[in-house]
């Protein structure tokens, strides 16, 4: 398998999956200011829609969107409990936590990252961004991980995501449970490995 990724991207989610799962993967470095591979191959031809990350199996088929990798990683390795059994209620909530995610955190935090964007309307972003994790904190009161005890392939995803608030100015301090599992998520040593694999392929 080959996982194409830029580092601190929302690709580095897969890319701690992968090392969860233990899979053997191939990292791909595909830049998403210029769209090219480090050989110079025009990323576009790869992935016409340009963004990572993007998951391509060993006979060619290739996946795209970082929750659909996410929960195909986790069933390839039932074992590890990475994801819920499909069909079950607790794999329509894991549904609902990457959708959550995807939707009002992942793209939450896009406008922050656009130039263009008027300060005016990024305070806007940053008052929404900051509801959202008043309700997670709600939410991981309590609890280890978002689902309960047990880390799953939505932690990833939201702790990825998380990274993104110290340098786009979002204060986390308010969100001691968020905080907390924050850090209970990156001290793992599959996330461990994640990071610095994508920091040495900077």
Same mark, same amino acid.
């Given at each position: 398998?080959?996982?194409?990724?830029?580092?601190?991207?929302?690709?580095?989610?897969?890319?701690?999956?992968?090392?969860?799962?233990? +899979?053997?993967?191939?990292?791909?470095?595909?830049?998403?200011?210029?769209?090219?591979?480090? #050989?110079?191959?025009?990323?576009?031809?790869?992935?016409?829609?340009? =963004? /990572?990350?993007? +998951?391509?199996?060993? #006979?060619?088929?290739?996946?795209?969107?970082?929750?659909?990798?996410?929960?195909?990683?986790?069933?390839?390795?039932? +074992?590890?409990?990475?994801? !819920?059994?499909?069909?079950?209620? !607790?794999?329509?909530? +894991?549904?609902?936590?990457?959708?959550?995610?995807?939707?009002?955190?992942?793209?939450?935090?896009?406008?922050?990252?656009?130039?263009?964007?008027?300060?005016?309307?990024?305070? /806007?972003?940053?008052?929404?961004?900051?509801?959202?994790?008043?309700?997670?904190?709600?939410?991981?009161?309590?609890?280890?991980?978002?689902?309960?005890?047990?880390?799953?392939?939505?932690?990833?995803?939201?702790?990825?995501?998380?990274?993104?608030?110290?340098?786009?100015?979002? #204060?986390?301090?308010? =969100?001691?449970? /968020?905080?907390?599992?924050?850090?209970?998520?990156?001290?793992?040593?599959?996330?461990?490995?994640?990071?610095?694999?994508?920091?040495?392929?900077?």
């Amino acid at each position: 398998m080959k996982l194409y990724f830029s580092p601190g991207a929302c690709s580095l989610s897969p890319h701690i999956a992968l090392h969860e799962a233990g +899979l053997a993967f191939e990292p791909v470095l595909a830049s998403t200011k210029s769209h090219k591979l480090q #050989d110079g191959t025009d990323y576009y031809g790869i992935n016409p829609l340009g =963004y /990572v990350p993007m +998951l391509e199996l060993d #006979d060619g088929t290739r996946l795209r969107e970082g929750p659909a990798i996410l929960q195909y990683i986790a069933d390839l390795v039932p +074992l590890k409990n990475l994801a !819920p059994a499909a069909g079950t209620m !607790p794999r329509y909530r +894991l549904q609902e936590w990457l959708n959550f995610i995807g939707t009002e955190m992942h793209k939450g935090f896009s406008p922050l990252f656009n130039p263009a964007t008027p300060d005016e309307y990024k305070a /806007v972003v940053k008052a929404r961004l900051a509801s959202r994790y008043t309700w997670l904190e709600s939410e991981l009161a309590g609890k280890e991980y978002l689902m309960g005890e047990h880390f799953n392939v939505a932690d990833g995803y939201l702790f990825t995501i998380t990274n993104w608030a110290k340098p786009l100015g979002i #204060d986390l301090s308010p =969100y001691p449970a /968020v905080m907390a599992w924050h850090a209970r998520v990156g001290a793992r040593p599959a996330v461990q490995e994640a990071l610095k694999a994508e920091a040495a392929l900077k």
